[in-house]
């Protein structure tokens, strides 16, 4: 994302409408699921039709939506086994198992 948010401060006057429609529609991923359904569309189309970027709209695709899915079970509250954070309980023990 950093790095898309570089590309259009530095280079958004410049770039073509359609490149920077493009640009947009993926920054705008981040936070709405409809920029999502443009990145499974162009994931399908690698199996169907000709490729042009190599692929890698689906691990895009997978990254978004894990992450929209962490952040509706920490909005609804229940605990996510599959969450990346560490309580504090669980980094005691682990600094303990270490240190034998």
């Known amino acids: 994302m950093?790095?898309?948010t570089i590309l259009r401060?530095?280079?958004g006057y410049s770039m073509a409408p359609a490149r920077r429609r493009?640009?947009?529609r993926f920054l705008r991923a981040d936070r709405?699921?409809?920029p999502q359904a443009w990145?499974?569309?162009?994931?399908?189309?690698e199996f169907v039709g000709k490729p042009q970027t190599l692929g890698p709209e689906l691990g895009?695709?997978?990254g978004f939506t894990w992450r929209?899915?962490?952040?509706a079970s920490v909005r609804t509250g229940e605990s996510s086994r599959y969450d990346?954070?560490?309580d504090a309980e669980s980094a005691r023990r682990h600094a303990a198992r270490c240190r034998r």
């Open 9 to 11: 401060l530095r280079c």
């Open 68 to 71: 929209h899915a962490v952040a």
């Open 60 to 62: 895009l695709l997978f």
């Open 32 to 34: 709405s699921p409809a």
């Open 84 to 86: 990346a954070d560490v």
């Open 39 to 45: 990145l499974a569309a162009r994931a399908a189309r």
């Open 22 to 24: 493009a640009l947009e």
């Open 2 to 4: 950093q790095f898309a």
